[in-house]
């Protein structure tokens, strides 16, 4: 059983969803740590004992939906009893993505100007780079399970990791070309295709 949240934690993830919701809705540069505060009805100095400025704050937002995600992709994953249709829940819930998730990103980078998309490269490629890991990290779990469970064979670590990195940039890929006009149809067989392949080289 979890442990309740403390009160700095609770305030926390108010901060945390407040600011996520302004910078959807205004883009992150018209929003102030003032609007936050604000907005979360507490005065600028509480949002700086979290935070430091507005930078670490647009980081930890971005965090937190990571985390979401990978909390989501479990739920999901976890609903399905064997190794193959658990990856293919995998395959299935990173092309379509989250709705939450997919429009924050939208919204956001529509209003990013030039300065904005240099300012925040770093920071979203950390983000890209934490996702990756908690997917790797979540991935391995589903794996370990198979074995334990008596569905696999354990398999080579280092094969395991170059075989992890093809399926989450792959599935990326396909992520990118479900939207076109040309491919729109066919993702899902892709996807599904691409899960099958990936169980029948875990189990090789």
């Excluded at 926390?12 to 883009?27: H, N, P």
Aim: glycine share 2%; hydrophobic share 40%.
């Amino acid at each position: 059983m979890s442990q309740p949240l403390s009160q700095e934690e609770i305030l926390k993830s108010q901060i945390l969803q407040t600011a996520q919701d302004l910078y959807q809705r205004y883009g992150i540069k018209k929003v102030t740590m003032d609007d936050v505060a604000k907005a979360v009805g507490k005065t600028r100095s509480a949002l700086y004992y979290y935070f430091k400025n507005r930078d670490e704050l647009f980081e930890a937002v971005m965090i937190s939906l990571v985390d979401e995600v990978k909390d989501e992709l479990e739920k999901m994953i976890y609903k399905e009893e064997t190794l193959e249709s658990r990856i293919r829940a995998f395959c299935f819930a990173k092309v379509k993505g989250f709705k939450k998730t997919r429009n924050f990103i939208t919204a956001i980078e529509a209003r990013m100007d030039s300065e904005e998309r240099s300012k925040y490269s770093d920071i979203i490629w950390e983000i890209h780079q934490r996702m990756m890991r908690s997917e790797t990290t979540l991935l391995k779990k589903v794996i370990r399970d198979a074995v334990t469970a008596g569905e696999i064979n354990e398999p080579d670590s280092k094969a395991l990791d170059v075989l992890l990195f093809v399926l989450l940039s792959s599935i990326r890929g396909i992520r990118r070309e479900s939207v076109s006009e040309n491919y729109k149809d066919q993702w899902e067989d892709g996807a599904e295709m691409f899960a099958q392949m990936i169980v029948e080289k875990i189990k090789a």
